[in-house]
T-cell receptor, first 112, second 115 residues
Framework: DADVTQTPRNRITKTGKRIMLECSQT?????MYWYRQDPGLGLRLIYY???????NKGEISDGYSVSRQAQAKFSLSLESAIPNQTALYFC???????????FGPGTRLTVL | DQQVKQNSPSLSVQEGRISILNCDYT??????FLWYKKYPAEGPTFLIS?????DKNEDGRFTVFLNKSAKHLSLHIVPSQPGDSAVYFC??????????????FGKGTKLSVKP
């Protein structure tokens, strides 16, 4: 079984809809991250959490919110989706500051 | 402004030859560097890393070289194999400052290894 899972794997939605992407991990790591990847732009950090009570904004947090429901679960929400949020979204985990991060398989989100 | 730059979007190499992927950074507070490999429809996977106290780290066919004065690192793959065809991301972090310990990624280089 995969250590880091993401649901859904693909989602098509309409402008203005609320969307939640979920991430679960079985690695027992405290640190969890959400990234988005756009063609030609690499991975950019949206939010990160170092433990259940610690949530931090990343480089591109506007338009997104997160919830750390448990050590193993970290959800990303788009309160009102817009077309330029169409991207590939990755969740990742790590267990120390040296940041060897373990990534989930990604969620491809399309906002029409 | 990009703090981690991979200036070659793509690279094509013949099987058995050396692949050299380059990465430049601008933030002098970065002290740990990582390479990730990404296949289509999968998440990135960690490949190799190097601390700023070293100038070389080797793991099988993969070697990463760090030139701190030039703020440049490179990943060498020898010999290259068709299964190495993927997008390679360079990432940097400053554990003691520079990015609050978070990874800053380059845009990636797509490596194609031809049989």
């Amino acid at each position: 079984d995969a250590d880091v899972t993401q649901t859904p794997r693909n989602r098509i939605t309409k402008t203005g809809k609320r969307i939640m992407l979920e991430c679960s991990q079985t690695k027992g790591h405290d640190r969890m991250y959400w990234y988005r990847q756009d063609p030609g732009l690499g991975l950019r950090l949206i939010y990160y959490s170092f433990d259940v009570k610690d949530i931090n904004k990343g480089e591109i947090s506007d338009g997104y919110s997160v919830s750390r429901q448990a050590q193993a679960k970290f959800s990303l929400s788009l309160e009102s989706a817009i077309p330029n949020q169409t991207a590939l979204y990755f969740c990742a985990t790590s267990d120390d500051e040296w940041n060897e991060q373990f990534f989930g398989p990604g969620t491809r989100l399309t906002v029409l | 402004d990009q703090q981690v730059k991979q200036n070659s979007p793509s690279l094509s190499v013949q099987e058995g030859r050396i692949s050299i992927l380059n990465c430049d950074y601008t933030n002098s507070m970065f002290d740990y560097f990582l390479w990730y490999k990404k296949y289509p429809a999968e998440g990135p996977t960690f490949l190799i890393s190097i601390s700023s106290i070293k100038d070389k780290n080797e793991d099988g066919r993969f070697t990463v070289f760090l030139n701190k004065s030039a703020k440049h690192l490179s990943l060498h793959i020898v010999p290259s194999q068709p299964g190495d065809s993927a997008v390679y991301f360079c990432a940097a972090t400053g554990v003691y400052g520079g990015s609050q310990g978070n990874l800053i990624f380059g845009k990636g280089t797509k490596l194609s290894v031809k049989p």
